[in-house]
């Protein structure tokens, strides 16, 4: 009687903890997702118009990216690369992944803010040109000793071009202005 | 107790057996019209019209053709093996794929000796259900009922050489190797030239014309989006088959887009999107749509009717015919589609048929048909 | 005593420190680095340190010897971008540089389309994006020559500055169908793409028709566009024939210039042809005798 008492808390008790684990990685995961904030001007674009459509594309997807370029710094798995990457830029991205693997660093973009402007679109539509103003959190860590830690402000030039269902980022290089 | 599922399961699917059997072929019912079929091997003798014509179709339903071909009056002037030509199909048709789901029969008119029947068809085929509406004269002989099969007409093709020298277009990919601007085949260019979008009885839907614009043929879709007043989408829908899919170049399609049991009231915008993508293709067969008229049927309906004619040295094996109707300021007021269930054999001709809804007959003043084709082992 | 050596041993080292014997880690980044080269990075202090560097496409971990200068291979430099270097011994201490881009060596050179009518006013457009040997973007900017050319003929030639590392142009087509050979050079590098000139529309769409034993047959003039250009063959020239029978209608590709089609039709018949949405002459053809 007791024994079987006890099997039964001990069932509802993991029930509960698994349960608690899900919402817990899933909130984190909505976190992780909401502490990317982006702002992107499309004014300056030229020479050729930002539609409407195109304007909330760009804007999902590159917010979509830098979130799972956090995701992929942070847990060290190249797997959140694949879809908003093409070209060098995934290629570089999965470099650092790896390297971080192999060195047993990781690195943390926390509470990001994108003031984005679009500063040239193709003609055809195919390219984009994005100069975005990054602002982050930035902690690295080594085997869980954080070595570094600063609010960082960076500049990246950004290209993106249409993939078959998205936009995707195919460089993302730092520049000291733009 | 440990065999109780067993048993269970072994007495449903008994069940479910006998089930499926007693009620193959019930397509509805309705007062006053015989349909579906009788209990297998307990089929009710042929004293009746009604009673004759099920047998007939029950047993070429259930492929029983010796009973179906005896059930067949020796005046008709079809030898058994025309006779399961006609229902089987041949040379790769629609009707080769299909299977009679079921039937509803009703009199037109009996005497002493001779009746007249009509009977509406329910196939099953691998492009969804369709329905033939046919007629059938059944005669007394003795004290049984046989239905008189009509002659079955089947193309007589000379044997020829056709040479083929039509256009044909091959696509060649790239490497996966992602050289970004290097190697740049455009999609083709293809424009939507007219968009309509109306209720109807089964909901809103929209529908116009499509042009390929460009120098090669293009694989075409057409998507309509409904958007709310708050900008919102309400639902999305594709084209489907209503749409001649492969267009050659500078070649016309007309497209239809449901939206089952959605109101135009709630709809605020219709975004459309069209895409194509660059496909192999060729330009052979044409096929020439004849004689197109649109008339009332035996049942009342408005159908636009006419011949295809396969102009060249192919078999198509599944044509497709796609039409759309104009009102006298030519603007689309309707597409309808229809698939031919008999193959198109070389330089033949086979009949097709397509609806009208009652509520639009009034409207058309002008119609065309572009004619899509599935061939077996062919892109 | 033992024990109290090791004492004395500690006091004096912390005195040692605070009397500022003791040097801690310290680094100077470099102050810009062009992707592909080395770099050198003076440490001063002494002791054992563990030297990060976490970049674009590298995090690598090391341990170094505080007071020697610590070499950054080509290979950790290759990407542009911002460098972190993090040197931790009793603390961590950091510093940012940047690697630019290396001197231009590809060109990725976006044409569109790849077929275009012809006579069409900016029809061709082009984006020119310059590289580096390792795949960065040039940001400096740079003259692009752009050059467009059917046979002999030069249809444009224009010298376009880079801005944020990019430059485009857009031109017309020109008036006979072929290959238009497009070219961007920066330097001594170029690029090459073809463009396909086709014809437009068809023009002046003239059918005539002959009643034959078996019906009409319909055959277009060669078909060309207002240019003068043959439409291309596979070309769709639809027919359709009204008369006491009913409507008739062909799609019939264009062969060797000509569309050709057979239509059934015992009366006078009414015939015409389309093609796209160009409208052709229409022709009566009697009744069959």
């Not at chain 1, 903890?17 to 982006?38: E, I, P, R, T, W």
């Not at chain 2, 007062?31 to 007939?56: F, Q």
């Not at chain 3, 396909?196 to 034959?212: F, Y």
Request: proline share 5%.
């Amino acid at each position: 009687m007791h024994m079987s008492n006890h099997l039964a808390r001990f069932r509802s008790s993991c029930s509960v903890a698994a349960f608690a684990l899900c919402l817990g990685v899933s909130l984190n995961l909505h976190a992780a997702d909401s502490a990317v904030q982006v702002q992107l001007d499309f004014k300056k674009a030229s020479p050729r118009g930002v539609e409407e459509l195109t304007e909330r594309a760009i804007l999902r997807d590159y917010r979509f990216a830098w979130t799972s370029i956090a995701q992929a710094l942070e847990f060290n798995t190249v797997d959140p690369l694949e879809g908003p990457f093409a070209g060098d830029a995934k290629r570089w991205l999965k470099q650092s992944v790896v390297s971080q693997q192999q060195s047993g660093l990781n690195q943390k973009y926390l509470d990001q803010t994108h003031r984005v402007e679009a500063v040239f679109y193709a003609p055809e539509g195919d390219v984009m040109e994005l100069h975005d103003t990054a602002e982050y959190q930035l902690q690295i860590s080594d085997g869980g000793k954080v070595i570094h830690d600063e609010h960082a402000v960076v500049h990246y030039v950004v290209l993106m071009t249409p993939a078959a269902d998205r936009w995707v980022i195919r460089l993302l290089q730092a520049v000291p202005q733009f | 107790m440990k065999f109780a599922i067993p048993i269970t399961l072994v007495v449903l699917t008994v069940l479910l057996m006998v089930a499926g059997l007693v009620w193959t072929g019930h397509a509805g019912g309705t007062v006053g019209i015989a349909a579906g079929s009788a209990m297998y091997g307990l089929t009710p003798n042929a004293d009746t019209p009604e009673h004759a014509l099920a047998n007939l179709l029950t047993d070429a339903q259930r492929r029983n053709w010796d009973r179906a071909y005896a059930d067949v009056s020796k005046t008709s002037d079809v030898d058994e093996s025309s006779f399961i030509q006609d229902w089987i199909g041949s040379n790769g048709g629609l009707r080769s794929f299909s299977s009679l789901e079921g039937f509803d029969s009703r009199p037109m008119h009996i005497t002493n000796d001779e009746a007249q029947m009509r009977v509406r068809l329910h196939w099953t085929t691998p492009v969804g259900p369709i329905e033939d509406a046919r007629d059938f004269h059944l005669i007394k002989e003795g004290d049984v009922w046989k239905t008189v099969w009509p002659k079955v007409q089947v193309p007589s093709v000379p044997a020829q050489v056709v040479p083929v020298t039509y256009l044909r277009w091959d696509l060649v990919t790239g490497g996966a190797a992602d050289e970004w601007g290097s190697k740049n085949v455009d999609a083709p260019h293809v424009r939507i030239i007219s968009m309509n979008a109306v209720d109807s009885a089964e909901g809103a839907v929209v529908m116009g014309e499509v042009v390929n614009e460009d120098t090669i043929p293009a694989f075409v879709n057409v998507n309509a989006t409904l958007v709310d007043g708050a900008g919102n989408a309400i639902d999305q829908e594709n084209s489907f088959d209503k749409i001649a899919h492969i267009l050659l170049p500078k070649q016309v399609t007309p497209y239809r887009i449901d939206f089952p049991t959605i109101s135009l009231k709630s709809v605020k915008n219709v975004r459309m999107d069209v895409k194509a993508t660059l496909v192999p293709a060729s330009a052979d067969p044409v096929i020439g749509v004849m004689n197109q008229k649109v008339e009332s049927d035996v049942q009342g309906k408005s159908i636009l009717h006419g011949d295809l004619l396969n102009e060249s040295g192919q078999t198509v094996n599944i044509p497709h015919v796609v039409a759309s109707f104009y009102d006298n300021n030519g603007k689309v007021v309707w597409v309808a589609d229809g698939y031919v269930d008999r193959a198109l054999l070389p330089q033949s001709s086979e009949p097709f048929a397509v609806e009208i809804p009652r509520s639009l007959a009034g409207k058309v003043q002008n119609f065309h048909v572009v004619v899509n084709q599935y061939s077996l082992g062919r892109s | 005593m033992q024990r109290f050596l090791q004492v004395c041993a500690r006091v004096s080292l912390g005195v040692a420190c605070l009397a500022g014997f003791c040097y801690a880690q310290d680094f100077q980044a470099p102050a810009a680095v062009s992707a592909g080269d080395e770099a050198d990075i003076p440490t001063t202090g002494s002791g054992k340190a563990t030297f990060y560097l976490v970049g674009p496409g590298v995090s690598r971990k090391s341990e170094v010897n505080l007071g020697e200068s610590i070499h950054l291979p080509a290979q950790d430099t290759k990407i542009a971008g911002d460098y972190l270097a993090i040197v931790c011994s009793s603390t961590c201490r950091s510093g940012g540089f940047y690697v630019s881009a290396a001197k231009p060596a590809t060109l990725t050179f976006l044409v569109h389309p790849s077929r275009v009518p012809v006579a069409q006013s900016d029809a061709v457009s082009g984006v020119l994006l310059p590289f580096d040997q390792f795949h960065n973007l040039i940001l400096h900017p740079l003259t692009v020559n752009f050059q467009l050319a059917t046979g002999n003929a030069s249809l444009l030639s224009r010298q376009v500055p880079t801005q944020n590392g990019t430059a485009w142009f857009r031109a017309l087509s020109g008036k006979s169908a072929g290959l238009l050979q497009v070219i961007a050079a920066v330097d001594d590098l170029s690029a090459r793409r073809a463009v396909q000139q086709v014809a437009s529309d068809p023009c002046n769409l003239r059918i005539t028709g002959q009643r034959t034993k078996t019906g009409i047959i319909v055959q277009t003039e060669p078909v060309r566009d207002c240019a003068g250009n043959p439409v291309p063959d596979g070309t769709i020239v639809t027919f359709t024939a009204t008369g006491a029978n009913g409507k008739s209608s062909v799609d019939a590709p264009i062969k060797r210039g000509v569309a050709q089609a057979q239509m059934l039709a015992s009366g006078a018949t009414s015939i015409s042809a389309a093609s796209g949405v160009v409208m052709g002459n229409e022709v009566r053809v009697g009744a069959q005798q």
